[in-house]
């Protein structure tokens, strides 16, 4: 079946445009997680998404960013008026429903979209 | 909060050697899983091997183990006959199995590991 896919695969921008990374997952997961991979560190929280409930925006890191879940599918993760130090790699993963105390559900990750601001 | 360290940016292992990378975590939770992944040069996150804190034995899967130590919060991955497709980046994560928790992972900085034939 088909994996985590995310869009675009490389995006550029100069600084100070928005931007907009798309996350397909896989069908009938209802979790799904956005983590960012800086150079040279590890991946970071941004935001979760679980079906109808209220995400948990805990770990963005300014008002620029910002994210959506369409139809509890698609999300998109928008980043207005980039800076420099928005160049990473975002990764997405989703996930069947995460329960705290049910059997381990694996995160599956999609291949990212690394993002360069000029 | 809970934080994963990963003191080794690199390591070097020659083909059909046995390797072991260290990871330390710090929390005050009794309650979490621990994990491996590798991302390949295609960036694509691979789940390795996982851990529960409450079993006391060491996970394996095939060529991978772990040297989960809970007392010293220290969870080695230990690689057995390297292959030159187990060169990659890995990482150690954490997650969180508490009430109120979302499931994210915590993760530390990454070794890279290179494989020499």
């Known amino acids: 079946g088909a994996g985590v896919s995310q869009s675009p695969s490389n995006k550029v921008t100069e600084k100070g445009k928005d931007v907009e990374l798309r996350c397909d997952p896989i069908s009938g997961h209802t979790a799904l997680y956005w983590y960012r991979q800086s150079l040279g560190q590890g991946l970071e929280f941004l935001i979760y998404?679980?079906?109808?409930?209220?995400?948990?925006k805990s770990g963005l890191p300014s008002d620029r960013f910002s994210a959506e879940r369409t139809g509890g599918s698609v999300s998109t993760l928008t980043i207005q008026r980039t800076q420099q130090e928005d160049s990473a790699v975002y990764l997405c993963?989703?996930?069947?429903?995460?329960?705290?105390?049910?059997?381990?559900?694996?995160?599956?990750f999609g291949p990212g979209t690394r993002l360069t601001v000029l | 909060a809970q934080t994963v360290t990963q003191s080794q940016p690199e390591m070097s292992v020659q083909e059909a050697e046995t390797v072991t990378l260290s990871c330390t975590y710090d929390t005050s939770e009794s309650d979490y899983y621990l994990f491996w992944y590798k991302q390949p040069p295609s960036r694509q996150m691979i789940l390795v091997i996982r851990?529960?804190?409450?079993?006391?034995q060491n996970a394996t899967e095939n060529r991978f183990s772990v040297n989960f130590q809970k007392a010293a919060k220290s969870f080695s991955l230990k690689i057995s006959d390297s292959q030159l497709g187990d060169a990659a980046m890995y990482f150690c994560?954490?997650?969180?199995?508490?009430?109120?928790?979302?499931?994210?992972?915590?993760f530390g900085q990454g070794t890279t590991l290179q494989v020499k034939p």
């Open positions: 998404f679980q079906g109808n409930s209220a995400p948990d």
């Open positions: 994560a954490y997650r969180s199995r508490l009430s109120g928790n979302t499931g994210k992972l915590i």
């Open positions: 993963a989703s996930s069947l429903a995460y329960q705290r105390l049910a059997s381990y559900n694996e995160q599956f």
């Open positions: 851990q529960e804190a409450y079993k006391q």
